[in-house]
């Protein structure tokens, strides 16, 4: 997501980050380690980075994954 960007239910450019987190997934860390062992369970618990935009304006958020 581009600082430029615009909230998609207003069009405001007034649309900020306020959160980045990563979310990790304890299923597929499960899966990794049954098919490669501790290799695996490394490369399931690495999660994609979250982040929240939200409208100053119109107070809408949404969370975009990278």
């Given at each position: 997501?581009?600082?430029?960007?615009f909230c998609p239910?207003?069009?405001?450019?007034r649309w900020y980050?306020?959160?980045?987190?990563?979310?990790?997934?304890?299923?597929?860390?499960?899966?990794?380690?049954?098919?490669?062992g501790p290799i695996?369970?490394?490369?399931?618990?690495?999660?994609?980075?979250?982040?929240?935009?939200?409208?100053?304006?119109?107070?809408?958020?949404?969370?975009?994954?990278?």
């Amino acid at each position: 997501m581009k600082k430029d960007m615009f909230c998609p239910m207003c069009l405001s450019s007034r649309w900020y980050p306020i959160s980045t987190s990563r979310s990790n997934s304890v299923g597929k860390a499960v899966v990794g380690t049954l098919l490669f062992g501790p290799i695996g369970a490394a490369a399931g618990i690495g999660g994609k980075k979250e982040t929240i935009y939200k409208c100053e304006k119109c107070g809408y958020s949404k969370i975009y994954t990278d």
